[in-house]
């Protein structure tokens, strides 16, 4: 049987003006259990992500400011995802489609200076880069300094610490990467907000744009001709 995969949208969320500023699409595998994470995103093919992509944005069109898909480095180099991407941001128009790159592993390894040129196509086709859990792994400054003259935002992802938000070494974290937020004119969103007490100290730490549990789970977004108990 081919595997069923269909994107949920969790919203972002705008702590000033207590509303939604976007989404961002989160594919999922339909699996015996229920909808799950894919085992290996590598293993979908080029075709079906692209597919499903330009899908979904024809659906999100006009309601959203922001709508954030995460694309690996693989992904970035395939014709065939480029150009569902491009196609993506033409059906959310006015909205911008914001490219998150990720650190996800391929089975080809590509050098900083080999993406820029496709990070550079996707700005000048109306498209925003967003730099996905900086300050976790390899995320660190020097590795996403080449990129961040083309980004319009950068996500700081709580989840990816087992310490938690109370933790000093994290705080310390998320100061630096607020001030190069500010320094480079970038949205900052912090991720993995869970209850009242995280949600609090991102109001104390001033930043804004904020994701997570707390605000809303994924939701699947059915695609026209879904049947009603899809996944249930």
């Not at 597919?51 to 970035?76: F, H, M, P, W």
């Not at 300094?145 to 610490?161: D, M, R, V, Y």
């Amino acid at each position: 049987m081919k595997p069923i995969y269909r994107y949920f949208v969790q919203p972002q969320l705008n702590g000033r003006t207590k509303s939604i500023f976007g989404y961002e699409l989160l594919i999922k595998q339909l699996t015996p259990e229920g909808w799950r994470l894919p085992e290996s995103f590598t293993a979908i093919s080029s075709q079906t992500t692209s597919d499903l992509l330009v899908a979904t944005t024809k659906i999100l069109g006009e309601k959203v400011q922001y709508c954030s898909v995460n694309i690996s480095r693989e992904q970035l180099m395939d014709t065939t995802v480029a150009k569902a991407i491009i196609k993506s941001q033409t059906q959310l128009y006015p909205a911008k489609l914001v490219v998150e790159l990720t650190e996800e592993k391929g089975p080809k390894s590509y050098p900083d200076t080999s993406l820029i040129p496709y990070l550079r196509k996707f700005v000048e086709s109306g498209m925003q880069i967003s730099l996905d859990d900086v300050g976790t792994g390899v995320n660190d400054f020097r590795s996403i300094q080449e990129f961040l003259p083309l980004a319009s935002e950068i996500k700081f992802a709580l989840q990816n610490f087992k310490t938690g938000f109370e933790d000093p070494k994290i705080q310390q974290k998320l100061h630096f990467w607020h001030a190069i937020s500010e320094e480079y004119g970038l949205r900052m969103i912090l991720e993995g907000i869970e209850n009242d007490h995280d949600a609090q100290l991102s109001k104390d730490f001033n930043i804004q744009l904020r994701q997570g549990y707390y605000y809303g789970r994924p939701k699947l977004l059915r695609l026209p001709g879904d049947p009603v108990d899809l996944g249930y």
